[in-house]
């Protein structure tokens, strides 16, 4: 059994101590929050030790790993004195607020060889998966251009601030929702290079951009369009989607489904011309436990595997994580402009 | 009391649609209005439907006020509320985090609710904290008849898998005092649940969870399930029984037949024939 400890429990951390809860391989032996409200739940119905100093409980827990949940601003710090210990991390999205700081991050999970994840989970929806691959199989040939969006509901009214109103800790929507659709693209399409055009919008909050837009250029010199808000109450919840247009068709893919239109049948793949619609129901990857959708358990599963496996991910590692902070970094620069 | 084997579901109400993001966002332009949702429920219940097992969503607030203003018309109606509308929640925690969710949600201050001490007295009664939450979310079904009151799949698999399984008999045990109602469970994990509703002492629970012949939401496997439908103690709802759409009504419904201890089965539907047809097949194949 894996020993895993779990530092911030917000959203994704409560999320995430589930799920390793639950996971057959690994014991939850830590938590760790600054909240007394939360500390003391746990305390009071759990077995889990619970803990209000990062450091203190991967000093005493002896952790295989540990999963880093907590404010962007802190990523830095604790995945640094994690790696240091040579303890196996996994840490969320987006994954520092510095190049520098993220370079060193990288560099430090190289040395020490500890498995290092980063909490991108559409790489682990299904459809988002089937898009890679049909497009490495150049289903689409040559590829002229592309839309990545994520619609929500998030701040949808003017109100007081907390951690997210603050652009040097990573709140916007940016950080937390572009983020994922620029990793995304990059995974998928090739990394961006250039974004020209960038617009970080307020909507309703006062110091941070409710709404992304931008020109993103390619390695291989395809260009393509970014355009991200949470403060459309129009989507009940985050809603990412991704169009592909090629010279032998095109592609929209969301975490539900997939629309290919090709304007030639294609043989290997059994597409044929005109409209294919592929849907979640078959291409869902299976999960032993489930909350929320099966990419946050697919995302754990992997992470679990690979360091029983004494290997690296092919998915999501901190290298991957800071191209996406490098791209953030463009977009923000080229905003300025 | 047994349940009626057919509840009618409200997800194509709220634009929820697991297939097609496109496809919901044409049920939130349909059902923009209330009348609308009315009408609709009108429909299943001229068909024979009388129950509706429904989220606790702000829009269910009007829909109960419309009831209860129609009392003889409704009169064999009942709800099952599910709660929390999780995404109210999930959206709010994403932004205020969790202090500022109860902040926000818990009716009054609950920090001066709890006047000694605030958070430090809070602390010591999660207990009172999941009454006011519960009964925060029940108001709107002030004089309907609620006799079976669900959690949603988020929070019971959220509690399930951090393993804080006495929170079940609490809320088992709240939900049969205060309400004099029957608590459910909706979870993607039913075997695991089924387990864990043990340790905390609940018998016979009432469990509503996917069970489909593809195995599509059913975590831990189609295998596990089967078994537990066959010889676990409970009283199984079945949901997602088209798979999301994969699966033609009367292939779906026929497989559930396999299984004699199912008590129920949800689904939506927004015509009336095709709520009359998918009422038939179940009441031809579930005993």
């Known amino acids: 059994m894996l020993r895993a400890g779990i530092i911030g429990l917000g959203k994704m951390g409560l999320s995430h101590a589930s799920i390793i809860g639950a996971h057959p391989s690994v014991e939850m032996v830590g938590l760790c929050d600054t909240s007394a409200l939360v500390l003391e739940a746990f305390r009071k119905f759990s077995k889990v030790n619970v803990y209000d100093d990062y450091k203190k409980m991967i000093d005493v827990e002896k952790l295989d790993f540990v999963v880093v949940a907590s404010p962007t601003k802190f990523h830095y710090d ?4 994690a790696l240091e210990r040579g303890i196996h991390t996994f840490c969320e999205k987006p994954f520092s607020l510095t190049i520098d700081e993220g370079q060193e991050l990288v560099k430090l999970a190289m040395e020490k060889n500890v498995v290092n994840q980063a909490g991108f989970h559409n790489h682990f929806i299904g459809t988002f998966r089937e898009l890679k691959r049909l497009l490495a199989g150049g289903i689409l040939g040559e590829i002229v251009h592309f839309t990545g969006e994520a619609y929500g509901p998030v701040v949808v009214k003017e109100k007081g601030e907390t951690w997210r109103s603050d652009p040097r800790e990573g709140g916007g929507c940016l950080f937390d929702y572009a983020s994922h ?70 592609i929209i893919c969301d975490a539900t489904e997939l629309k290919i ?26 999960v032993d436990f489930y909350l929320r959708g099966e990419e946050y358990s697919a995302q754990i599963d992997n992470f679990v595997e690979c360091i029983l496996n004494n290997k690296q991910t092919e998915i999501n590692s901190f290298e991957q994580a800071l191209r996406t902070d490098r791209v953030i970094d463009l977009i923000i620069k080229d905003s300025k402009n | 009391m047994r349940m009626d084997k057919v509840l009618f579901g409200d997800n194509q109400f709220f634009a929820v649609n697991h297939l097609s993001d496109e496809k919901s966002r044409q049920q939130a332009i349909r059902f923009k209005d209330d009348d609308s949702i009315i009408r609709v429920l009108d429909q299943a219940i001229e068909t024979g439907i009388n129950t509706f097992m429904c989220t606790t969503h702000d829009r269910i607030g009007n829909i109960c006020n419309h009831l209860r203003a129609y009392p003889e ?4 109606f009942r709800i099952y509320p599910c709660m929390p509308y999780a995404h109210k929640y999930a959206n709010a925690v994403t932004e205020l985090g969790v202090i500022g969710t109860i902040k926000q949600y818990v009716p009054g201050n609950i920090f001066s609710t709890f006047t000694k001490g605030g958070v430090a007295y809070l602390s010591k009664d999660f207990i009172k904290l999941m009454e006011i939450l519960i009964d925060a979310e029940m108001k709107m079904f002030r004089g309907i008849n609620t006799p079976v ?9 959220l509690i399930l898998g951090l393993k804080l399984y006495d929170i079940f008999a609490e809320y088992d045990a709240y939900i049969r005092k205060k309400y004099k109602a029957e608590p459910g469970y909706i979870t993607m994990n039913l075997p695991a649940l089924l387990g864990a509703l043990k340790i905390a002492g609940v018998e016979n629970p009432i469990v509503c969870s996917s069970i489909n012949k593809i195995g599509f939401r059913m975590s831990g496997g189609i295998e596990a399930y089967e078994k537990c439908l066959a010889e676990e103690n409970f009283r199984p709802v079945a949901m997602q029984v088209l798979a999301a759409g994969a699966l033609r009504p009367k292939e779906a419904i026929e497989y559930l037949g396999r299984f004699p201890q199912i008590e129920s089965v949800l689904f939506g539907a927004s015509s009336k024939a095709h709520i009359q047809e998918t009422k038939e097949i179940i009441e031809k194949f579930i005993h």
């Open chain 1, 78 to 81: 604790m995945v640094k004195y």
């Open chain 1, 181 to 250: 659709v620029i990793n995304l693209i990059q995974e998928i399409l090739g990394p961006p290079v250039k974004a020209s055009g960038s617009q970080l919008k307020k909507i309703y909050s006062k110091k941070v951009e409710d709404a992304v837009y931008s020109i993103l250029t390619l390695e291989t010199g395809v260009s393509g369009v970014l355009s991200v808000n949470w403060s459309d109450e129009t989507y009940r919840k985050m809603s990412t989607s991704l169009m592909v247009m090629g010279k032998k068709g095109k």
């Open chain 1, 261 to 286: 239109y090709l304007k030639e049948a294609e043989r290997k793949e059994h597409h044929d011309k005109g409209w294919t619609i592929k849907y979640i129901t078959d291409l869902a990857i299976p």
């Open chain 2, 73 to 76: 018309k409704y009169s064999g």
């Open chain 2, 149 to 157: 009151i669900f959690i949603q799949n988020v929070v019971v698999d």
